[in-house]
């Protein structure tokens, strides 16, 4: 059972990630299974090097990662989680879709795949959580 009745409510329960939704984070859907969230990429989000910053992308698929493991069981916190940098974005937005791999009583592990809106893959997390 989900932990928020609607999309809404897990909207606003979430405003608390402050670094990430100041960041420009946001949630774009919400299932018992899957949770998509988006960044809209601007000049704030750029190194020195003109690129994305690593961590920008890696805020947003830990933000996927905690809405939907914390839909499933809430407080549920990453133990442990690999990011595999595949390639730099080229559009303006990254889409962070999370599934579970496993959703067991204790903890879960979740897959967290980033594009952005040209359909390029950007990086591939997986995180283990642990349920509070």
Known sequence: MATFKNIEEA???????????ISGAYIEELTE????CCLLLNDD???ANGGIMGGVMFTLA?????????NSHMPTVAQQVSVNYLNAPKGTKLIATATFKKNGRSSCVVNVDVTDDTGRDIIQFI??????
Do not use: M, P, Q, V
Not at 15 to 21: E, L, N, Q, V, W
Not at 33 to 36: C, F, G, L, N, Y
Not at 62 to 70: K, R, V
């Open 45 to 47: 989000h750029r190194n």
């Open 11 to 21: 909207r606003e329960y979430f405003k608390g990630d402050r670094y990430a939704t």
């Open 127 to 132: 995180g283990t959580g642990f349920k509070l």
């Open 33 to 36: 299974d899957r949770s998509i």
């Open 62 to 70: 830990d933000f996927a990662f905690a809405t939907l493991s914390n």
